[in-house]
């Protein structure tokens, strides 16, 4: 079955991407395995050293490649590892999250949440209501590569 | 100066004294109190309770009807009413819809509300005050009785420091007389228990007056109606020196050498605190 | 005394319209040490607080010290937990009058010499207070 | 033709031809008159001689300031005549170390607002052959008379909501400045634009961008775009398709948006260049406008001393996340 | 081509039991570069890492994925492993199936698509994983303790002791801290200065120890191992060569100003030292205090010295040193609950602060040593205690307990009692917190044998009346409102961060919590660490806490430092920043958001037009960078990239993670 096709049906499951900072919760997602939480697994994560780190094109290229939501996670403002990496990232992210809603995006697609390493039960959480949040909104096609499309199926 | 007027019911009955002191006062000083036309009740107690919207349509109506205005009060009661429920207009936008669409008016929360105190200090300001004092009350020992609602909630009332207020006593200051600070004078005078229970406002009405006596204060200054009744009615007879009771306004029209006489709470002139 | 331990509608409801839990107290007593008028109550301020904490509804309904509150804030002023204890007193004499569908004072309470004496905004405070 | 202010372009051969010769500069930038009498194009004057070409009219609308990175690597000191959007660019480049600022000297030319020349033909209905400006009105001249029209209705698009007409940044100013000016109407479009819904707004985006050639004329007149290599142009990593689809489009747009975001000095030449009228200079605005919202009022190009919002923080910030 | 191997690890049923391993290696095998692909129950095992390093030898592999646990469970473990195979360590790279799939998910069909995604994404990057070489810094054998208080001087003395060479910076003109501040201390009723003056003095005299006294640290630069700080000393106008501690300049000064160390409750002289057993006894003068100073006149304490070691002329100075190591132990401030207008607290003399009491017992003190009233000079007979003043206050104050209060309430009034016998003390409480060896005892003692009297319940308001303080309180286990005429209230305030925690904070480069306490690395196995590799904390910085717990977080810091001043180098980050400078248009954004100044400006000659053009591009500094990588994102051209985390890699993994949904 294709992956149009799929889109379509009631079982279409999302393809959220989140970016998680090594430091806190990339961590924090290990917790919530470790303490056997469960989310769904339409969220697949990316390890990022920083929030710092995250460029928006690596977002904006997500959307292209099919992904339906765009999470990035980082430690709360003030516990940055690197100090001040989230800091920055906060205004880089907050002046991309409101372009990106005026491009036409629905605000739900991309989201930045603070997540430490003890956070398990958090990290759990808002992987839940992310991947809910974009299923109900359904699939994004917004900025979707067509060609790419093309080799999703052929794989 | 202009400012809308909210006077509120007891300033047209018992406490008509501090209306007719307070406006030659203004008038006097450049104040320009707009009575609102057509005032209703200001709601006599804020509601407490997040359900009880019914008890908000009479400050929201008030509220409304100063169209943005400043609106001034001289009454404590009236001017806490309104103050706390033009704070709720502005927190909880719930509650706004549902009042002011039952109302039919438009109010968002805008407009300073303000007691006439605050006008003084902060508008007018003491030092202009002190140039418009013809007899100052030179020798007569004076202490502010503040009660509770324009001091508290302070987040919301903003009016002075709730432990450690000045304001009066700054009034006082500036008309001349001798200040008086008596430790209790933010403590409740026993409100609306007078009504159902007498007794208990007897002994919050006796120690303030005796604090106030010891510190050597010959009268008391309040900005409130009910304040001032109980002050004079529920104290117990203990055959010492009577205190006097006054409204702010009252002095404060002294002080200026304009007409006027204190009323008290039964109407007869120059009531005295104990009998 | 057997402590309730179902479910208090009055304290379920108290919460929810007064904004106040009051789990939140750890009766440091700060309420009852400055209330003014605790000499005519039966409970101290603390006390009804540990009640709602306890869910003691059917004692709360029989005591007296909702009605001596006279709302003066300082309880809330200066509560360490940031309760306002104001709110919670209201909400259970807000509670009893609804559910007694009655009130607790009306007009024909009062003396004729009080109706003459009494400031306007005591009476029309006092029945807004007593009165459902 | 346009009437020439003579006057006042003599006053700036005057003092320029001085600089020149005494070596004080080596290149002035200017304008001289392009292919047809309504536009102006850079001057690059070296002597006495090339500066008889040199105009001041309403159509000097090119942002000279633009091509003084490449001028200052054959040059050691150049002029530049500045208008007040010229002046910002200026700073932006210099904050941006893109050039000295004691290799530059600044002429300020208060500008008066750039007229629009297909405003002017509309405006003029018959074949447009000149026009005279008098008192904050200009007389159009055609074939077959002459018309008068409202000046600011005749504006280029970027001038319309201009807030700085005089140069910020100058060592020398030329003519008296121009009054205080507003721009109510600054953020006019996109708070339109915000009110649409994401559907509708989506759909706009889509139809403008999807006439994007890739051109890249708006990168190229654009002074905060100033990198060796442009994103677009890597091999590696490929961040930008090749493709000429709305993807890809959006993609350029939004990243070359979002590179300004905290430095675009809003002189809205990116808008003028582009040949097919993409909106540009809404996405601009739009991040101008949300981080002076959420970070604090700040106007790139104002000040080169004061730190770009994006390379700073407070620990309170806000965020415009779900999540504070 | 790479020639990229794959593994995958059953960790038992941990992932097998949720991932279908047979479905994971077939798709595996399709994905660009695989060359081998392979399983293993327990790959982390001795015979796991085998498998791992015979593949690479037999298939010639030069990239290696693991599909396992988290990297930050075993990344090290099998970095090790490709190293000993002959691979640079950074070939590898995790696939977390276990914590990040297997264990989240129950539902085979939906983790072990999820698997294979994460394998894919873990290969693409892979593919395009660089050798790295971390670099190697060189540890600088020296240490630094900012303050000088209890923690201060412990710490540098196990560092001195343990050979190392250690500077102690302290503001303040005396080390000491708050602990010179206190008569006795609980539970053993120790005299406070007995147990300090001799560790004040040994820390002084100690060969490996230098103090800085009246000195600031101005800015710390660089990384564990190399910190680069300047110092500033502030000028004492005293020579120390010179002086000779003996004092006369202060007995000869004329000009009075209140003493910080007494809390402002006596006067000290614009010439001073801050109390009796200071170490230096060195005095210093204030300069906006003396008159001379103030005035251009004076000059006494100039004409009186004998050995002539005033110098009005002195300059501050900046000490500009490299530490390895650096232990942050800053102390505590007492709040200010004048806010708490019930409370009059700066209204009456006779309400006082607990440390502001405490000055009342000090033979030094104020008061010579006599307990008695501020207003009257008379011992007061009834003194109320107040705990817990902006302390478990979410309201106006702070929402944590300050942890020594309940004791040192217990200790004043025992105190109190043994120098005015027939005083009554009163102590509200909340709770009493007694935590701690030989304190619940202690407590009780005052309780039972000095006649203290605990009422449960806090006060409403004091009633300042005539000559004494109305106290209305309650006792809530009574049930009963209480009015006390009390001679003196002690307020048990909140201790709280310094004001300027924050700044320190930010200036040594470690963070605070939300009431600007310094955090540890973690609050339960890395309590003197910080998120800052190489600096420490110990004592009430971190938290409110006692004597006894400040001295052992001190030793613990020391501990930590020595163990890292033992080390020759210490190994740098490998994952760090690079520029393509023949692309960097110097626009330098990069350096304005690195934190660790790793990224300089740095000119270079290219050839332009047949001539050479000189321009400003950056360059790294590879062992100050941290590898955050906040540099790559402001750098719109990516001419600056992250190894290890570099845009390309990023990129692919995004690819790869969305190519199968």
Known sequence: MSAALNETSADWEPLVVAFCCNWCSYAGGDLAGTSRMSYPANVKVIRVPCCGRMNPMFVLRAFQRGADGVLVAGCHPGDCHYSTGNYHGRRRLSAFKRLFEFAGFEPERFEVRWISSSEGDKFAEEMETMTAKIKALGPNRKMRDARWQSVTQSK | MRYRYFPGCTLKGQAKSMEDTAMAAAAALGIELIELDEWQCCGAVYPLYEDELISLLSPVRTLAAAAGEPLVSLCSACHHVLKRAQELMQRNQDARHKVTDFLEVEYSGEGRVLHFLEVLRDDLGFDKLTEMIKKPLEGRKVAAYYGCLLLRPSKVMQFDDPENPTIMEDLLKTLGAEVVKSPYRTECCGAYLSVTEEGVASDTVARIIDSARQAGAEALITACPLCRYNLENCSREDGKEPIKVYYFSELLAEAMGLPGESTGADGSKEEVAQR | ?132 | MAERNTEQIEKIRDVVAQDLLSGRIDLLLGWEKGHYWWQSRPLFARSKKDLDKLVWDPFCAVNLSRYLPDELKIHSKVGVLVKGCDARAFNRLLQDHMVQRDRVVLYGLPCPGMLDYSRLAEEAGGNLVGLVEQNGRVILKTDSGEKEAERKDLLIEKCRDCLYPNPVVYDQMLFSPQGEKSAPERFKVVEELENLSAEERFAYWEKELSRCLRCYACRQACPYCSCRECFVEQENPRWQGRAYQTSENFMFHLVRAYHGAGRCIDCGECERACPVGIPLQELNRKLIKDINELYGDYEAGLDAELEPPLLTYRPDDPAAFSEK | MPRIGIFICHCGSNIAGTVDIEKSIEAARGFPGVVHVDEYRYLCSELGQDLIKKAIEEHNLDRVVVGTCSPRMHEVTFRKAVTEAGLNPYLLEVANIREHCSWVHKDIEKATPKAIALLRAAAAKAALNDPLVAPSVEVEKRALVIGGGIAGIQAALDIAEAGYIVDVVEREPSIGGRMAQLEKTFPTLDCSACILTPKMVEVAQHPNVSLLTYSEVEEVKGFVGQFDVKIKQKARYVDPVKCTGCGICYEKCPAKTPSEFEMGLAKRKAIYVPFPQAVPNIPVIDRDACLYFRKGRCQICAQECPPQAIDYEQQDQIIERRYGAIIVATGFDQMNPSHYGEYGYGQHPDILTGLEFERLFNASGPTGGKVVRLSDGKPPKKVVFIQCVGSRDKARGMNYCSKICCMYTAKQAILLKEKVPDAKSYVFYIDVRTAGKGYEEFQRRAAEEYDVAYLRGQVGKIFPESDHLMVHGVDSLSGKTIEIKADMVVLAVASVARADAPEVGRLVGINSDSYNFFNEAHPKLKPVETHTAGIFIAGACQAPKDIPETVAQASAAAVKVVGLLSKDMLQGEACTAEVNQAECSGCLYCEAVCPYSAISPVEIEERYHGGTLKRTVVEVNPTLCHGCGSCTVVCRSGTINLKGFSNEQILAEVDAICLQR
Request: hydrophobic content about 35%; some cysteine; charged content about 25%.
């Open chain 3, 1 to 132: 005394m057997i402590i309730a331990t179902g479910k208090s509608s009055l304290i379920d409801e108290m919460k929810v319209q007064s904004g106040q839990n009051p789990a939140e107290c750890y009766q440091c007593a700060k309420c009852s040490a400055a209330c003014p008028v605790t000499a005519a109550m039966d409970l101290l301020p603390h006390q009804v607080i540990r009640y709602l904490q306890l869910g003691l509804e059917e004692d709360l309904l029989k005591s007296k010290t909702p009605w001596i509150c006279a709302s003066c804030f300082t309880c809330a002023a200066r509560c360490p937990r940031d309760l306002d204890l104001a709110r919670m007193m209201e909400g259970i004499r807000l509670s009893m009058l609804r559910r007694r569908e009655g009130n607790k004072f009306g007009p024909a309470d009062l003396t004729p010499e009080q109706l003459e004496k009494l400031p306007q905004q005591a009476l029309v405070s006092g029945f807004r207070k007593y009165n459902k």
